[in-house]
């Protein structure tokens, strides 16, 4: 063997064994990569199986305290009925020692019903299921319709209620849910009514300290001992053991008080009189709130798209009845009282759609539309009228108007039509409807689809069906439908998947949408799924006619050619 | 004289509602114990008012009231629904449905009839 060979032979054993080495290496590693990856999808699958149970347990509590809340109060209602009816000796006298102890058992039941109540509350906001509904709030105006509601209970106690404001006339306006809120003040009153001597006031102080709110409401009753001023705040933590039973209240109302409280990002507290030198005895509970809410405290749904609506009415109640109906349906809306105001407000804000009235003092709606419709910073906002007036009126300057505006609601209005009419001016359908049927299980899609092929669908209306989430957010990219129809259990995702992509999208986001699920739908997963004019109906208890009646009714308010009208 | 039609599945409740309104308010009151029970009540009888229950097996108080609307003969007399849910989001839904009202479980027997009365808008006894 030559050298040559020879060193041939070396390299390329000593290559070999390299090679070698590398493979054993690249094996081993392979080997550890194949475990790791194992165990991870092990892993993986134990996460999946432990959301997937504990979103099953979370599905069957919130239908616990559905049926519970149900089943409860049935019963309750005989017992109720039967005791209120007997002791009130509507039905015939019966003597002292008897309608003493129908009171009682009277008396308890009502005890027991607000029980059910308070703790199903507080259990629904505590696991996040009572999303708060937040918009702008006037203090002033919470604190005297708390006033009100209560002072038929301060009256019976001999006990005065007194707002005080301060500084004297500012009005102090932040973001939170009036209804909870309200709850809080009332809860507040209550326990100082209860706890306050005859004769005596209980007063409500309001301040700000700028980005908070302070409210105090300070009552002259026998005080709360210094061990006790936290407590108080615990669920059945009464000062006195016999409280409740004494008071008639359920131990809660405090623990509710501090659940919304905190919700809100505040913090509620007590405090004794004497200790912060009030000069009479008696306890203060003050509530401390930021006025504007930081993103994340807002509510664990996702806000609803800015969508601000602007009405104009110089009537202050069809403003408020009108502005109730569009928030809660997940509107922002702006309110103006005059042709005016409402010019300078869609100039400067972004404004979605505007409700008019006609008659109004001062610049009338006639006048205000012209006007909006010549400037080119508003002439593309749609508007809708909201008249007494009937847009097929014999009246010269009709038509002009419904030629003018994008539609017309008449007074007295009802909700449904409104939020269709806007609906429709929203979105507006253009060429037949198209209803796209979302839902993966085929049996139900036929059934759906064949009870449209015979039903007296309307001249050019067509429907489509997707399976999948991946479908849907294909035909909806491709050519918009008019109409969603859900189900909420897709094989790729789910329903709220969709609806949070169709929120993303500008030209769908007011869609309307019909929710077709398996199950009762919590009011927090309504607020998660609203996009247009959106109704949820539940498999198990609608025939397939009312979606189909449903789901006609909306189709013709979309795409009905002449303006819709109304009346309650 | 009221002629009112009670629908409810539970017997005590039927009992003590009607018990209520007689002694009460001295209405006359018929009662059925399903929505399609009611309906033909309905239908023979002409009540003034019907006060139905929500949840109701086999044809729920929706329903049964969306059937009512079909029937030309008794679509327009009022409907007052009576639930034992609370939360805000049914009583929307309920009141979506244009009935004439929603009225809640436990009621009070005696405020009951002036709380349908209020929610009828009858302002006289009849």
């Given at each position: 063997m030559s050298m040559f060979m020879f060193d041939l032979c070396v390299v390329l054993a000593i290559a070999l064994s390299i090679a070698l080495v590398k493979l054993t290496r690249a094996r081993r590693r392979n080997t550890r990569l194949t475990a790791e990856l194992a165990r991870a999808m092990r892993e993986s699958s134990l996460h999946q199986t432990a959301l997937q149970q504990r979103k099953q347990l979370d599905d069957l509590k919130d239908e616990f305290i559905s049926t519970v809340s149900h089943e409860l109060r049935t019963p309750l209602t005989s017992i109720r009925g039967a005791l209120g009816l007997l002791s009130s000796g509507v039905l015939g006298k019966v003597d002292d020692k008897a309608a003493n102890l129908l009171r009682i058992a009277s008396t308890n039941t009502d005890r027991l019903v607000r029980l059910i109540n308070d703790i199903l509350d507080l259990e629904r906001m505590e696991s996040g299921r009572a999303p708060l509904q937040i918009r702008r709030c006037s203090l002033r105006e919470l604190v005297s319709q708390s006033i009100e509601t209560m002072s038929s209970m301060a009256h019976n106690a001999a006990v005065t209620l007194e707002a005080i404001p301060e500084p004297a006339g500012t009005s102090i306006t932040f973001d939170g849910d009036p209804d909870r809120i309200q709850q809080v003040l009332t809860n507040l009153l209550s326990n100082a009514i209860k706890f306050s001597p005859v004769g005596s006031s209980v007063r409500v102080l309001t301040g700000s300290d700028g980005s908070n709110l302070i409210l105090q409401v300070e009552d002259s009753g026998r005080g709360v001992p210094p061990d006790k001023l936290e407590t108080?705040?615990?669920?059945?933590?009464?000062?006195?053991?016999?409280d409740a039973r004494q008071k008639g209240g359920t131990g809660l109302g405090l623990a509710i008080c501090r659940s919304i409280v905190t919700q809100h990002g505040g913090t509620i507290w007590a405090e004794r009189n004497e200790a912060s030198g009030k000069g009479r005895p008696g306890t203060t509970v003050i509530m401390r709130l930021p006025?504007?809410?930081?993103s994340e405290q807002t509510s664990a749904a996702p806000e609803p798209p800015e969508c601000a609506i602007l009405v104009v009415d110089d009537d202050a109640i069809v403003r408020q009845i009108v502005g109730e109906h569009l928030r809660r349906n997940g509107y922002q809306v702006i309110e103006t009282a005059s042709g005016e105001a409402a010019l300078h407000v869609a100039e400067r804000q972004p404004v979605e759609a505007i409700l008019l009235d006609?008659?109004?003092?001062?610049?009338?709606g006639w006048e205000t539309i012209e006007r909006l419709k010549k400037n080119p910073l508003t002439a593309q906002i749609p508007v809708v009228i909201l008249s007494v007036l009937s847009p097929s009126s014999k009246s010269p300057e009709i038509p002009h108007l419904v030629a003018t505006a994008q539609g017309w609601v008449q007074k007295p209005f009802n909700e449904s039509l409104l939020l269709a009419e806007l609906g429709r001016v929203l979105h507006p359908g253009s060429g037949p409807g198209r209803i796209l049927l979302v839902e993966d299980d085929e049996d139900l899609a036929t059934v759906v689809l064949s009870s449209f092929q015979n039903a007296?669908?309307?001249?050019?209306m067509s429907i489509e069906h997707a399976a999948s989430m991946a479908e849907a957010e294909e035909v909806c990219r491709k050519d918009p439908p008019d109409l969603l129809i859900l189900?909420?259990?897709?094989?790729?995702?789910s329903g709220f998947a969709l609806v949070d992509w169709l929120r993303r999208q500008p030209r769908l986001r007011t869609l309307p949408l019909v929710v077709y699920s398996g199950r009762e739908v919590s009011e927090s997963e309504m607020s998660r799924l609203r996009l247009g004019p959106t109704q949820f109906l539940t498999k198990a208890r609608v025939e397939p006619r009312d979606v189909e009646d449903l789901v006609l009714a909306m189709v013709r308010h979309l795409h009905t050619p002449t303006p819709v009208t109304a009346s309650a | 004289m009221r002629r009112i039609l009670i629908i409810d599945d539970e017997d005590d409740i039927r009992e003590v509602a009607a018990l209520s309104l007689e002694s009460v308010a001295g209405w006359q009151v018929l009662t059925a114990a399903s929505g399609a029970d009611g309906i033909r009540t309905a239908q023979a009888e002409r009540p003034d008012a019907i006060l139905m229950d929500v949840?109701?097996?086999?044809?729920d108080g929706p329903t049964t009231f969306r059937e009512m609307q079909r029937s030309p003969d008794i679509a327009h007399i009022p409907v007052l629904l009576l639930t034992a849910k609370v939360q805000g989001v049914d009583q929307r839904r309920f009141a979506g449905l244009g009935v004439a009202g929603v009225l809640f479980k436990p009621f009070d027997p005696l405020t009951l009839a002036e709380q349908m009365a209020n929610a009828l808008g009858w302002r006289d006894d009849g």
């Open positions: 108080i705040f615990d669920r059945f933590g009464q000062v006195e053991s016999n006025r504007h809410l930081a006609l008659y109004m003092p001062g610049m009338s007296e669908t309307p001249l050019g189900d909420l259990t897709l094989p790729d995702g | 949840m109701m097996p086999a044809m």
